[in-house]
């Protein structure tokens, strides 16, 4: 009785950490502190968003193009989300500047996985879904909304994103740029 | 539709004496329609790379202007290009992206249309239609009724090309030698025909910008190479350090005026440069090239060849023949959107790592979020925005940089050069563009090419 109790608040603070680390990671985001969103960063990231494409049913499992080998959004690792933020950097990376304003928004948090168990995890398996709204300028308006399936790893006390896999629900983009982290 | 391309004042729109575009061009609904009837109807458009249709009954959906169309192979390996638009009442036939059938079904009543020269005589052929005896009393001429077939199909080592136009130039004529410098994109590294291939996947994303923004940009402006400051002072080319690209050789804007197409390259020369490591990043990937280029110097000898960065075939495909090795195609949507897709080209006998560096170069350079157009995309899409009010649409483009100073290019039939930045190229492309406009008819290639000498070797590294 007292170890099931003990196993539910392990997976419940783990939630709750898991939870609170997205969270944090969006404010990061929208309040534009990028370096500290590099910060938390694994330096061996891989960050990936698919195409969706049309298949027919028998075929869906090609409905997202394969990391590493297909045409993506992003298939990328630190290097390059660094130069994206040191492009920002420059005030002359006239797609974001003047900058956006942009909200993310993240919601059913589930772990998939955690190893070893939740008490001691090391490694998290988390899928969400995200809502990320961009007004730049005056009028214009992006809305992408997808799901994510991020692995973290312990880092001392916190957590590191070591893998991110974005599925935005579009297939072709209703967006001119994506200057935006996901 | 005729009605309106005819009420057009077309030389007034593109005034080639002075060098001035009417904006009116980039905004008006009136202009979108005639181009629509008089462009895309009748050019030979850029619809796909057979490597995407592999095998008998692959097919691929593209678009040709404002209209779907499906890219199929057949049983016997014909290409062929349908309307993606059922004959009863006009019902996609088609809503994946990809696949593989031997007939279209029309989800709304029935009809299908087969791929196969074995189910069908013609492609695209009404083959099945429910309650036939019943309903149509047998007496529905089903031979009249196949899925409307471009005329006139294509293939270009590798690349498919359409045209609705039965009276088109052949594809090779309507390239003219612009079919030199695609042949650089489409050719293997070491020079051998043809034998690249598209990546898996195409990117497809939305623009509000006119659709000709694309094209005029990469047929030759290299005078908006200063939007791309911020991306030179982080450096994303393959040798690490500040800039996007490597030290490239002097290149020179070459444009086809009588063709409306153009590029950013060099001319003809018959002896190949020496090698310049460009993967420095990448030691596995700098050796092969370096290879590649052995392999080049052997198999090229002393033919002439060209290299280029980027062009457009006149109207919307646009290639870039160096790293990161692309093609994009501006489809327009509306006068103020369109859609624009990117394919990565590789060649097909590449090792994985070298493909694998090609394509992450591919995507922090282009496509939406590439670091290099995603600030091309916002100042086209506010260009666009900021012609469209009736104050704004009073004035006119300026694109008189360097008028009068264009020198025949010495190896090319009907080209000209005029130095690295130049806006020669943008002329050529809204001249060609008026040609449509106006309803021109095909003129026989010939009688628009100004003969060109011979290249001769002491001139051959010039430029
Ligand atoms: S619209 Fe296709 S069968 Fe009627
Ligand atoms: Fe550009």
Redesign the pocket.
Known sequence: MLAELDEGLAGLLLARSVEQFLYAEAAMLDERRYRDWLAILDDGIRYFAPLARNMRRDRLGEEYTRQGQDLAWFDEGKETLTQRVEQIETGIHWAEEPVSRVCHMVTNVEILSAVPEARHAETVEVRCRFLVYRNRLQDEEMLLIGKRLDTLVRDGTGWKLRRREIRLDQNVLQAKNLTVFL | MAGNADSLDVDALVDRAGGTVARGIFVDQAVFEAEQERIFTRAWLFVGHESLIPKPDDFFVSRMGTESVVLTRDRGGQVHVLLNS?T????K?CRYDQGNTRVFT?P????SFATDGKLAATPGALVGVPHFDRAYHGELKRDDWGLVRAPRVALYKGTVWASWDPDAVELTDYLGDMRLYLDFALDGRDGSPGGSVVVEGVQKWRVNANWKFAPENFIGDMYHDISHRSVDLVGIGPSGGRGRRDNLRPRTTICFPGLGHGLIGEPPHTSEPPYVPAWKKYPEVEEYFRQVHERRVALLGERPRVTMSVGTIFPNMSFHGRQPRTIAVAHPISPTEMEMWRFCLIDADAPAAVNDAARHYFLRYSGPAGMTESDDLENWSYATEASRGPIARRQRYNYQMGMGHARPVPGLRGAVENGEVTEENARAYYSRWSDFMRGDPWTPPAAEYVPMPEPARETEDAG
């Open positions: 059922c009863h009442r006009g019902m036939v029309c709304y009543h029935g009809w």
